[in-house]
């Protein structure tokens, strides 16, 4: 009789369990569990003060959690600083583009990926290193549509370019995890249209969870979501069926205006 040889089931790449934060008397994440498969296409989303970005600094490491666990493709993270997180491969763009003015574009790519580099040791005293880095750099900068002025100084970008060199910043990491907070924050149509353009066609390797406002954002890019409110899940589920739930349509005011922010209290049903 011949054996079947076993494949080991790939672990989800994020295992949230009974995550709990608390600041005083308020919780800010409520008892959340959440499991993502690898190239996980999700949203969080929720009324302002849900505790979505809590939720995040939880998975990123930079807030710790009262109680529960975060696994990474199966390490528990929980209690891992957030440059050993960043190392195992979760990477966070930010609401506010988190870029270094004085350098080049080049410069910040390059320096965001340094310390992921597999050649990093040694790389300032052999040209072939440093040339491996600055390549990964402009395949970033490609990515992101931004190759043709990597040698601008970044103090010299508009704030969509900014958020594009923020996110090839993050891509340079190589990560398995991209969080992203609010990205299409203050950018045009154009901007974000490209934005679209450029996170769905990241390779399924990358999963990417996204807080945001803008439900057409939501809606192309997350194929599931979560809805928080006050720090509890409400809902979670493919992205339409999320979308129409009678208590997410209770919490939101989902009019013609592509904006998820809350109703004000006379127009709620
Ligand atoms: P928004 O959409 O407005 O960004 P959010 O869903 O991201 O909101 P959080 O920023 O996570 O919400 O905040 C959740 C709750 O926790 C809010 O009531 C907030 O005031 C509170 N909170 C967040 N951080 C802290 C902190 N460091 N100390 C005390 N309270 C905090």
Redesign the pocket.
């Known amino acids: 009789m011949t054996s079947v040889p076993t494949v080991a089931p790939v672990p989800p790449v994020l295992d949230l369990t009974r995550l709990t934060r608390r ?1 005083g008397s ?1 919780t ?1 994440v409520d008892d959340v569990s959440l499991r993502l498969p690898v190239g996980a296409r999700h949203a969080v989303i ?1 009324p ?7 939720l995040l600094n939880l998975i990123a490491g930079t807030d710790r959690p009262d109680h529960g666990t975060i696994v990474l493709s199966g390490t528990d993270v929980t209690r891992k600083a957030t440059a050993r997180r960043s190392r195992l491969g979760i990477a966070r763009s930010f609401q506010q583009p988190t870029v270094i003015p004085e350098l080049t574009v080049l410069d910040n790519v390059v320096l965001a990926g340094w310390p992921h580099h597999p050649k990093r040791r040694g790389a300032w005293r052999s040209p072939s290193r440093l040339r491996s880095h600055t390549e990964s750099a402009f395949r970033h900068l490609t990515t992101v549509g931004l190759a043709d002025i990597a040698h601008r100084t970044a103090s010299t970008l508009s704030h969509g370019q900014r958020r594009m060199l923020d996110l090839a910043a993050a891509l340079a990491g190589e990560p398995r995890l991209l969080l992203l907070d609010e990205p299409a924050a203050g950018l045009t149509d154009g901007d974000i249209g490209r934005l679209l353009g450029i996170l769905g066609g990241l390779p399924a390797s990358v999963a990417i969870i996204l807080v945001e406002h803008h439900v057409e954002v939501v809606a192309q890019l997350a194929s599931t979501v979560t809805v ?1 409110a006050a720090g509890r899940v409400l809902v979670t589920g493919p992205t339409q069926e999320a979308l129409a739930h009678p208590e997410v349509r209770d919490v939101y005011h989902t009019g013609t205006k592509a904006d998820m922010s809350p109703a004000p209290a006379d127009q709620r049903g």
Do not use: E, S
């Not at 302002?48 to 809590?54: E, L």
């Open positions: 600041y308020l800010a929720g302002n003060g849900a505790g979505k970005t809590t928080l």
